[in-house]
């Protein structure tokens, strides 16, 4: 079972909860467990707006920064829990659309510049 993040990579060392994702039950990590802590020390000094906790804004905030840590980090997308998978289309600049599996596969980075490196 993947161990759940760390409080530096859910951010709450710096007094705020930006990723309060948890692995499903049987899930493991692609890479070990992925460390946010530098992310979050940037995120935290630069950012320049702080949603008012419970807010739409905060909700929205979280949940990409959750899905964001599963769709890089858990290669096994019946695992996944931010999105059904077997829903999940992602199309950039109208190109051709591919799966969650596929972008599990190749890596969401390498998903969204492809069409843009082969151009």
Excluded at 90 to 101: E, I, K, T, Y
Aim: with cysteine; glycine share 6%; hydrophobic share 35%.
């Amino acid at each position: 079972m993947a161990e759940p993040l760390s409080e530096e990579s859910q951010g709450s060392t710096h007094g705020e909860l930006i990723r309060d994702y948890e692995p499903s039950q049987g899930s493991s990590w692609r890479f070990g467990r992925p460390d946010y802590a530098k992310v979050n020390q940037t995120y935290f000094k630069h950012r320049t707006m702080a949603h008012q906790e419970g807010s739409l804004e905060a909700l929205v905030q979280k949940v990409l920064k959750n899905w964001q840590v599963e769709a890089d980090n858990i290669a096994d997308v019946h695992k996944w829990k931010t999105m059904d998978s077997t829903k999940f289309k992602l199309a950039v600049n109208g190109g051709c659309p591919c799966n969650a599996q596929l972008m599990a596969d190749v890596g969401a980075p390498n998903i969204l510049v492809s069409e843009t490196l082969a151009a």
